[in-house]
């Protein structure tokens, strides 16, 4: 057996869980394993689940495990379930190493490689289920198409089909590196009760005496799938306490940073002069009390959400206004995950415009994407 034929790689979060899975690829990889495993039946490459006991070279017990057969484009393939500490890992892959299959990051494509880390560190069912998507081979059938279009000279089409991807890159670096929330105002104005109905829970502490909140604190958050770090500040107010004003530099400080932030105003009180900065989302709280002054808010905040911290009105359409085109997002579609390959679309776009179609043809299939089809 060639010590360049087998591999493997963790595809779970390293030393987190309570689980960790190992896949190894090669061929007849199962038959490898076999001596090693102490099961009541015999490995066999199918789509069967076996659980046993798991040793090392020397006959020492490794961990009960659990061992899945399959095939992985064509090429057979085991998943071997443990107990997730470090330990136990590293001691199944010294094992594998033993019989000469490597431990290697190099199982998948690039873009394969991307999304199965950001999968299984995903920090909301939505973006689970966008990068499962671009694991299951998306990219694949829709540069099939654009290869078709430019092989039958439709070349708008094609660069109309590469420009819809351009946006992805985007949203890739919105679920990854989920961006900062600050909810700003006034004291008793209903930040944290905002905060709590985004989170889902009581994680806030809620008082109607104005100043209850003097530090910030932060918290991940989804809206509408996607991930934010969401802080609740001081209140804004004159205040003699020397904490609470230790709080209110604090917010300002925050304000300045470049964050998103959401301006929470109580309008079931007479409108007052406040000094909202202009990147600022202004809700327009406590509406579910049919304040009589809100057309008059209304008419001071054009753009403002009309919202009801407290029953969770309109909740979802900050999501709508904090991230451009939700409406439109579908989780099949092709994302792009990297700057090159950002890159690499935005050349082959060139090129198509040139009417340089081999150039074109040769970039996509380039390593950037390692996608299973040939020119020919």
Not at 33 to 57: V, W
């Amino acid at each position: 057996m060639s010590v360049y034929e087998n591999k493997a790689t963790l595809i779970t979060p390293y030393g987190q869980g309570g689980v960790a899975v190992i896949l190894g690829l090669g061929k007849n990889i199962n038959e490898a394993i076999q001596p090693f495993f102490s099961t009541s039946k015999k490995i066999k490459p199918s789509q069967n689940i076996y659980y046993g006991t798991l040793y090392d070279d020397k006959r020492e017990i490794i961990d009960q495990v659990l061992i899945r057969c399959f095939e992985y484009k064509e090429v057979d393939a085991i998943e071997i379930c443990c107990h997730g500490g470090i330990a136990i890992t590293e001691a199944i892959f010294q094992l594998l190493t033993s019989i000469d299959i490597l431990r290697s990051d190099d199982l998948f494509s690039p873009s394969e490689n991307v999304a199965l880390q950001n999968f299984i560190h995903s920090k909301t069912d939505l973006v689970a289920k966008i990068f499962a998507y671009q694991l299951n081979g998306i990219w694949n059938s829709y540069i099939q198409e654009i290869v078709t279009h430019i092989n039958q000279d439709n070349f708008t089409q094609a660069i109309t089909l590469l420009e819809s991807t351009l946006e992805s890159f985007t949203i890739f670096n919105m679920i990854t590196d989920p961006q900062s929330i600050v909810i700003a105002g006034k004291p008793n104005s209903g930040k944290s009760t905002l905060m709590n109905q985004l989170v889902g829970r009581e994680r806030v502490i809620v008082d109607s005496t104005p100043g209850t909140t003097r530090d910030a604190i932060k918290v991940l958050v989804s809206l509408s799938g996607f991930p934010f770090y969401i802080y609740d500040t001081a209140g804004i107010r004159d205040s003699d306490n020397v904490v609470e004003r230790m709080g209110i530099e604090k917010t300002f400080s925050m304000l300045d940073s470049g964050r998103h932030i959401l301006w929470v105003i109580d309008s079931s009180l007479p409108p007052v002069e406040e000094e909202i900065p202009e990147n600022a989302l202004v809700l327009l709280n406590k509406v579910d009390l049919q304040p009589r002054f809100i057309e008059e808010y209304k008419r001071l905040y054009r753009n403002a959400i009309c919202i009801s911290a407290k029953k969770g009105l309109a909740i979802e359409e900050i999501a709508r206004r904090l991230v451009p085109g939700l409406d439109k997002l579908q989780q099949s579609f092709p994302m792009i995950m990297s700057e090159d390959q950002y890159n690499v679309i935005v050349e082959v776009i060139r090129l198509l415009e040139e009417r340089d179609t081999k150039k074109a043809l040769l970039l996509l299939a380039g390593t950037c994407f390692y996608f299973s089809w040939s020119l020919e």
